[in-house]
Structures are given as C-alpha cells and as structure tokens.
C-alpha cells in the first residue's frame, strides 16, 4: 500500500501512529541505487524490481517480488542472468529474464528512513518506508529531480490484520491519498517516463466493420513501429532478442503483405515485396547462429571442458555474421526502405485502390483464415512424418502464415473463437519448429568438426562429444517426428475446424 | 530448499540458541530463512518475539491440505520467518500417531512451502520419540550442538547409534558449543573428540549469549563483535560450504 503526501514530513507519520503503539525509526546514509529491467520489462511485468547499489568494491543487487526480497552481492553489475553465480537471485532472475539483457531504467538517490510499527511485545507488526528520494534517467550527466514524499506500508507476513488498520488510519489523515503505483512507476513518472512500454507480443485494435485496406495498414503500421524499436539494439547486439523481434515483424510484414494482396494496391507494393525480401535474408544467418549459441550456452554443464573450442568457433561466426549484418541496416538500401515504407503507411487509402480493399475486414479476413486452414489440412493428410522432411518444412511455413492471419486480426473476431486454433496451431507450430531446429544444426555440426580438424585447437574428446551430441540430436528427431501426428490431428479435430468455418 | 534440524537429545546444550542465530546469519546471507520453532518451551518463538499460538494448534498445524504457510509469522528481519511454538506441541506425538504415515508428515508439509525458502531450520524438543523419527525423515542434516562434557558426548552418541537404524540417515554435523577452554574438562575432551565428525568452528561460553533471554533479539543484532557472535557466522559458513550452498 502506497500513500502519497502532500507534506511528508515524518513527524506527521509519527504522531499519526503515536495512538496505536510504539514505533521506532531507522535511519541510513544516503545511497545511490540504478534500476533494471529488459526491453521488454519482463520484471516490471512480473511485479518485480531488480535494484542494484555500490558497496565498496562490490554491486548489492537487490530483487523485490512480491513474495519477498533477495540479496546478493556480485563482483560486477548484471548484464545477463546466465553471467550471475548459482544463488537465490541467480534462480528467481534466471526463468524470467531467459536470454534478455538487463538495462538500467532510471537512478535514484535514496535516504532510507524506515518506521517500525512494535506490538506491546516491541515486535515489529507492520513497516513504513518514509524514503527521502530524488530520481534521474539512466544516461549520466543528467540533473536530479525530487520525488514528491511518500510513505510505502509494508505489511509482514501473518500481521495482515495490523497492517490493514494502519493503512486505515494512515488514509484518513488530511492530505494524504492512497497510491496504488509502485515505486519503479513512481520514479518514472516524475522524470515523464513510462514503465512498460514494449511487448513482443502483437496486438492492435481494428474494428470489425474498419475497410480492409485501412485495416491491413494499421497491421503494417504496428508491425513497422516494431522493426524500429528494435533497430538499435539488432545492430548494437545487445541480446538476441532484439533481432528476434526485428526478424518477426519483418517476416509478419511479409506475410501481411502477401496474405492480403487483394486488400492493398498491387503495384505500389511490389518493390517493398523485394525488399522485405532483402530483409528478411540479410538478418537469417545471424539468427540461425544465435539460437546455435544460445543452445550450446545451455549445454556448459553438460558439455564441460569439450564446450569451449566449439562455443567459441560459433560465436567468432556469430559476430563475424553480426557485423555484416550491422553494416547493411546502415546502408542507403535499408534508409530508403524505410523512409518510403513509412510514406505508403501513412498516405490514406484511395477508394477501390485494391479488390478487396472496402470490405469489412471481419469479412475478408475471416475468408482468409478459413482458405489458408483448408490448405493446411489437405498438405498435412497426405505427408509421411518418419519420411517427408521437406514437406514438413512447408507445412511449417504455411503454419506460420495461418498464426500470423489469426494473431493480425485477432481482435475482430470474439476471444472464444480465435483462442482454441491458435492453441493448437502453435501446439503443432512448436514441434515443426523444433524439428526444423534439430535438422539445421545437424547439417552444421559435421561441417563444424571438420573446420576444428583443420584448425588443430580441439582435442579428441571434442570430435567425440561431437559424435555423442548429433546421435542425441538424431534421437531426439525421432521423438519429434513421432510427436507430429498427435499434434496434427488435433489442429484438424472437427473442435477447430467449426470454430475456423 | 535445505532442511536442517537443530538437535540434540540432551537439553540445555544451546539448540534454540543456535537455530536463531543460525537462521539470523542465513536470512542476513540472502537466503529465505524459515525457523520452525518445535519445541513446546517455545524459546526460539520467544526471542524473536511472536506470540506463541498456532491456528488450530499443533493438531491444525498437522494439517497437510491447508499447507504450512498459514501459521508463518515474519521476524523483525528481512527474509528470516518463524512458525511459532504453541503449547498443544507437547502433544505433537500423540497427534502425529494419529496420522497416516507419521514418520513422512513432516517432510510433506515441508513440501507445501518448498517454493518459499532456501533454508529452513527446525528447533527440535530434546527426546528420540516419534516426532523426533519424522524430522529425521524430513531434513537433509542434522546440527548437533555438543557441549564438551562427558553426559552431552554421550548422548551424541546416543543419536549416531539411533541414526545407524535408519535406512536413510540425515548427514549429521556436531559441534562443540558453550566452550569454557579455562576448564581441563573441556579442553581434554575437545582434544579426545574433535576428530570424530566435528565442525572446526566452536562456540565459547559467553554470558552475552544469555542475554538473548531478556534482549529477545539474536545475538547478531545487539552483540554483532562479540566473539561468539563471530564463531555463529563462521559455524554457518562451515554448513554452507559442506552442503554446497552458495549464499
């Protein structure tokens, strides 16, 4: 429970408690204190604050969850989980960062004041954070700002009854009103920033009765504002998700494009299709080669002394690949796509610019979906899963295109309706993918083992965990193969196929 | 999570001594300490200061499908917990009995609030009876403070014998504790036994230690240069490092 006050002085706070029992009050030196988060503020959504201040030599990072607070002092402050030593906020932060760089959101310098509530027994029963705090952005050399006082009651486990008639009474006094934002919320919001901001996920609102052509273009339009987000940290390499989302957007925007062809202007889409083309080629080989890395980082345990020649050599590919990749997103080419890309978006759709580009779009898309599903069915019966590898491949990118047409339009059609086929698609989407993976790295293992040869750096036992890992990869294909069918049947079980029709 | 119990069939050898300042020192550490206060005398729940009750007593308490998390109570310090002690825990053998597989109880109510901690820390009543059966079941080691006098070894004894029954014994650390090295009975004793299984680190005997009684406060928190303070923070390490846990 947050309360904000006009005049925060703690004396105010005391004598308001002063009727209830005895208190006592902790001072502490002031300190500085940076926040963190991702770039998608995965803590932030998970009501967590990752919060890291300089003792001596050492960073105290700080994670503030809802169930509790976990401390540990580190040698350097955290970039990414997988760099923290085993420990408690080694195991919290880890699942939710997964592979997400953290980056400071804002700074704060802290005087710590802290009430304790006591019980006739000189227990503390409840805490009220009476901090004296100024905030500032994470970029340096920028002046400080007072936050405006406030008191943060912080009830204690199995004292809730206590902590409660102190919020009550707190409320009542004049000039204080109850808050319910956080302290990261807070902070950001005196310096005009926002907690939040970015999702991977895609949502847009489109009304079900908005033209086609106008529609599809909002789709664009949010698809486009992803690209660019994610544009510098792709070229800067800050983690592999920023190019993951980047190559998503643009792989959605191809397939927007291509999907609802009859809703847009023909011919003032066809070099876009070039170009997205273009896109979508230059940034694959990067990808491929960090999901190559990432999997082996997982594998450090597991691999031990053998790992390091083989990890190094894909990663000296993966930031050989980077830079060329970086280079091209400065290129004239790349400049001018986007500059002529975000005209077409913004220019207002012409009447009758394209067949279909009046229709309402809950009617154009839902015929969409529905032919796009059919395919899928009749490509799926007739293939052989122990054998058909490339038939897989295009039943996946198919897959692929019948997700996005349900996810872009989600929003015009009732959740109970969209939610079950998305479901199974992505159920069916997983194992496909997975499968794609397994085949990807199988091919470039073999090639890896020879380049290790020539260069003379492995040792023995590397070629045979080589050996070991693609016989697990082969058996592991196997198990996806056999999974295949029984997610198939179920994307083509009659449930979904009324809920498509 | 880690489960240790802090026992010893012998009384007044420094068990609820050491499981609060014990847990004081794993809280202080970053890891989320629970002291479950077993004992019907209550000691551990007095020094931290929680009123000694439990919903529905130690019969409720027993309850695996309401979980454990229910009784807890915050202590004065970040990240450490307490289930308080209540004085229907004198009965807890006759309510265990009472029970479908006793001896497992403890262990899966522990399992109810696994996700909660990293450390828990039983203070256990001084007997070998059925509730003393299920903490064996349930804890990865046992803490045995010894003082160094001829009736405390030989109850450690007792225990290893009793332990030795078992198809899975808890690993078990000894250590000496209230160490007057003054007295020719102490030092001989220490030097006869320190090899067999003890931690390196030893508690002196210290009239500051007694205080807890009427600081109700661990000792970390009034007396954080006292030596014994010091021996309580090396012990814990010395735990840490042969469980392999890193703080």
């Keep these: 429970m947050n309360f904000v006050v006009a005049e925060g002085s703690l004396d105010a706070l005391l004598s308001a408690l002063s009727d209830g029992g005895s208190t006592r009050v902790d001072r502490e030196p002031c300190r500085t204190e940076t926040f963190y988060d991702s770039f998608d503020w995965r803590l932030y959504r998970k009501n967590t604050q990752l919060v890291c201040r300089r003792r001596r030599r050492a960073v105290v990072a700080s994670l503030i969850t809802p169930q509790g607070r976990l401390e540990a002092e580190l040698n350097f402050a955290p970039v990414f989980a997988r760099d923290l030593p085993p420990s408690p906020l080694f195991d919290a932060l880890g699942p939710i960062l997964s592979v997400r760089r953290l980056m400071p959101v804002a700074r704060a310098r802290r005087r710590p004041r802290t009430v304790h509530v006591l019980n006739e027994d000189g ?85 079900r009765q908005l033209p086609a052509g106008a529609a599809v273009r909002r789709v664009l339009a949010t698809l486009f504002e992803t690209m660019r987000v994610n544009e510098a940290g792709t070229i800067a390499d800050l983690d592999p998700e920023f190019l993951h989302d980047f190559r998503v957007a643009v792989r959605r925007t191809r397939s927007c494009i291509g999907q609802m062809r009859a809703t847009l202007p023909e011919d003032r889409l066809k070099p876009f299709r070039e170009d997205f083309a273009w896109l979508g080629s230059i940034t694959g080989p990067t990808r491929d080669l960090d999901v190559f890395v990432l999997d082996l980082l997982d594998r450090r345990t597991e691999l031990a002394a053998v790992w390091e020649p083989l990890v190094r050599l894909v990663q000296r590919d993966q930031r050989r690949e980077q830079r060329k990749m970086a280079a091209r997103l400065r290129t004239e080419r790349y ?53 058909a590898t490339d038939a897989l491949h295009r039943l996946r990118i198919e897959g692929k295109k019948l997700r996005y047409l349900l996810e872009f339009f989600r929003g ?4 109970e309706t969209v939610g079950p ?11 496909l993918g997975e499968l794609n993976d397994l085949r990807v790295q199988q091919a470039a293992l073999p090639q890896l083992a020879r380049r290790l040869e020539t260069d003379g750096r492995a040792s023995a036992d590397t070629f045979v965990f080589i050996g070991r890992l693609l016989e697990r990869l082969a058996g592991r294909e196997r198990l996806v193969r056999r999974e295949f069918s029984g997610n198939f049947k179920l994307f083509a079980s009659d449930d979904i196929a009324r809920l498509i029709r | 999570m880690k489960v240790f119990a802090l026992y010893n069939l012998k009384g007044g050898v420094g068990k609820t001594a050491s499981a609060v300042n014990l847990g004081w020192f794993s809280a202080a550490g970053g890891f989320r300490t629970l002291i479950w206060d077993l004992d019907p005398q209550g000691a551990a729940t007095f020094y931290y200061r929680v009123r000694p ?39 807890l053998d006759l309510f265990l009995a009472r029970k479908r597989r006793p001896l497992a109880r403890l262990r899966r109510l522990l399992a109810t609030i696994r996700k909660d901690y990293d450390v828990v820390l039983l203070d256990c009543a001084p007997a070998i009876s059925l509730t003393s059966e299920a903490i064996f079941d349930a804890v990865d080691a046992l803490i045995v403070p010894t003082i160094p006098t001829p009736l405390s070894l030989r109850a450690l004894d007792q225990v290893r014998e009793h332990l030795r029954e078992l198809k899975q014994p808890p690993t078990v650390y000894p250590f000496f504790c209230m160490v007057d090295m003054r007295r020719t009975l102490h030092r001989d004793l220490i030097l006869a036994h320190q090899n067999e299984g003890f931690l390196a680190s030893r508690v002196p005997y210290s009239s500051r230690v007694e205080q807890m009684g009427t600081r109700r406060e661990p000792l970390p928190a009034y007396a954080p240069n006292l030596a014994a303070t010091q021996v309580y923070a090396e012990l814990w390490a010395e735990i840490l490092e042969r469980e392999g846990l890193m703080p």
């Excluded at chain 1, 015009?412 to 959740?415: H, I, K």
């Excluded at chain 2, 409720?60 to 202590?75: D, S, Y």
Aim: aromatic share 6%; no cysteine.
């Design chain 1, 123 to 207: 227990k503390t029963v409840a805490r009220i954070q009476a901090d004296r705090l100024e905030v500032a952005p994470p970029e340096r050399r920028v002046k400080w700002t007072t936050v405006k006082p406030s008191w943060v009651l912080r009830p204690l486990r199995g004292y809730d009854a206590e902590a409660e008639a102190i919020g009550e009474r707190l409320a009542r006094l004049p000039d204080v009103r109850r808050d319910s934002r956080s302290e990261l919320d807070r902070l950001l919001g005196e310096i005009g920033r926002e907690a939040g901001g970015y999702s991977s996920g895609f949502r847009v609102a489109l009304e």
């Design chain 1, 335 to 387: 400049r001018g796509l986007l500059a002529r890309w975000s005209a077409f978006l913004a220019a207002d759709p012409v009447v009758g610019e394209a067949a279909e580009s009046d229709r309402p779009i809950v009617e154009a898309a839902a015929e969409r979906i529905a032919r796009k599903y059919a395919r899928m069915l009749t490509r799926g019966a007739k293939l052989d899963a122990w054998r």
């Design chain 1, 412 to 415: 015009v059609f009732p959740a």
């Design chain 1, 421 to 431: 086929p998305i479901a199974a698609l992505k159920r069916l989407q997983d194992n």
């Design chain 2, 53 to 91: 009750e439990l919903r529905g007593g130690s019969k409720g308490l027993l309850r695996r499908k309401r979980g454990l998390a229910r009784h807890v109570r915050a202590t004065d310090y970040e990240r450490l917990d307490l289930i308080p002690a209540d004085p229907s825990n004198r009965h």
